[in-house]
């Protein structure tokens, strides 16, 4: 947390209150809150979705008109997705360095 408490000093100061248009100044805070929200997501299921056509995902058939939700509390922490300590707050895998590419 040093590392984000430096650079909030470097770029916004310690005079006034961190806006909205400085967090493109503040990459690594940006890596802190993404950490953060992953390991500790807002809510713990996805906004439903409704299946618009038959389909599969992995060894499911999804009919149509069914209701899906993503456990997203469970993606963020599960090996797989996250082979690299999937318990730990680490910042900097979502560093351009640091192997997590979105998509």
């Not at 058939?61 to 082979?83: D, M, Y």
Request: hydrophobic share 40%; proline share 8%.
């Amino acid at each position: 947390m040093a590392r984000a408490q430096a650079e909030l000093d470097d770029v916004v100061g310690r005079n006034r209150p961190v806006e909205e248009s400085d967090m493109l100044n503040l990459p690594y805070l940006q890596t802190v809150t993404k950490e953060a929200f992953r390991l500790h997501p807002l809510g713990l299921l996805s906004v439903p979705q409704m299946a618009v056509v038959d389909c599969e995902v992995g060894l499911y058939l999804v009919l149509k008109g069914s209701t899906l939700l993503l456990n997203i509390w469970a993606v963020g922490r599960h090996p797989e997705a996250w082979s690299d300590e999937p318990l730990e707050f680490r910042p900097d895998r979502f560093l351009p360095e640091g192997g997590y590419t979105w998509g």
